[in-house]
């Protein structure tokens, strides 16, 4: 399942290696919860998707997302009929994915489960999502050890738990690897300036919003001008 352009990072090298093993079936279905923002990073991992829902509407609620991704998935999941459904993450797409596999009685393996932040309104839907959509999980797939013990402290049979790390660092090397073209005359620059050291910024979360994004480009601001040799580059989220 993947829904948003988050998801499909993490999720590639997950989708890689399943259809690299010939003793699997496995489809990839997209929701399409941010298809604006989902479509460009799936051409550049060379994801494919069986499955389009197409569930993103202009000013759309986390209503229509819940009717989408239940209708859509849950049409797909009685066709296809698989053993397992595997979601990343912490949207709506993951815990509306979990509801319908729990409904058609399939198994769920939660990539990147156990993450808590201790509020459920911070972040906020995200923290809901992650917590309830762990109560239905039955494969977790952690992140970090404090993840694991989150799961442990809950309840969760350790046996169900496997400490995995972050997918995302399998995108990231991966990417790495590639000797892809630069396009953006900016980067380009920057990365083609071996005199400096660049940091990547990216801060764009709704609860950031206002002090919290001050404070960070406070801190932002200390460190370029305690290191000359520095430069920020920082992609400003659509």
Known sequence: MV????????MAPVVAAL???????SRLVLTGQHSDLVDEILNVLDL?????LGIMREGQSLYDVAQGCLEGLGGIVREYGP????????TATVFFASLV???EKIRVGHVEAGLRSGNKWAPFPEEMFRRLTDVLTDLYF??????????LAEGVEPSNVYLTGNTVVDSLMRMAALDAEVESPVLRSLLQDEGNRLVLLTAHRRESFGQPLRDVFGAIRSLVDEHSDVRLLYPVHP
Not at 3 to 10: L, M, N, S
Not at 48 to 52: A, K, N, Q, V
Not at 83 to 89: E, I, K, W
Not at 142 to 151: E, G, N, W
């Open 19 to 25: 259809r690299n093993n010939p003793g699997l079936d």
């Open 3 to 10: 829904g948003t352009r988050p998801e499909a990072i993490k």
């Open 48 to 52: 494919r998707p069986e499955y389009d």
């Open 142 to 151: 952690v992140p970090t050890r404090t993840a694991r013990d989150k799961l």
């Open 83 to 90: 053993h397992l459904l595997l979601a990343q993450g912490d």
């Open 101 to 103: 596999a729990v409904f």
